[in-house]
């Protein structure tokens, strides 16, 4: 190797790799735990730095089948998100009514109460 010389690594293309798979299995975590579509935003971001960051130093399969995974991940793990929220939203709702309905039945079985008594 001659000084100043530049070494090929490809460290960045394998964890673009890893980090694309773990952005995307990252979903399968959505069930147990809410916030699993934002971690796995995340990696796929990273996974995006680290594959581009290594097509500029050399390009190789690995920075291109993590890139690849990078923007499905991004994408899958937005609509999941989305997803959530609405599931979320919905049951919230949901159960806020039923807590109102039994409010207002609570205070109809008072007004009966106090009526025949």
Do not use: C, R
């Amino acid at each position: 190797m001659v000084k100043g010389e530049k070494v090929k690594s490809n460290d960045s293309g394998v964890v673009s790799l890893i980090f694309g798979i773990l952005s995307i299995v990252s979903i399968l975590f959505t069930t147990f735990a809410f916030f699993a579509p934002l971690a796995g935003l995340i990696f796929a971001v990273l996974s995006l730095i680290f594959g581009i960051n290594q097509n500029k130093i050399s390009k190789n399969k690995w920075a291109t089948a993590g890139i690849i995974l990078s923007i499905i991940g991004i994408i899958s793990n937005i609509f999941v998100g989305i997803l959530t929220y609405n599931i979320l939203t919905n049951f919230a709702a949901q159960v806020q009514q039923q807590i109102q309905q039994a409010q207002q039945l609570q205070q109809l079985q008072q007004e009966a109460l106090t009526q025949y008594a």
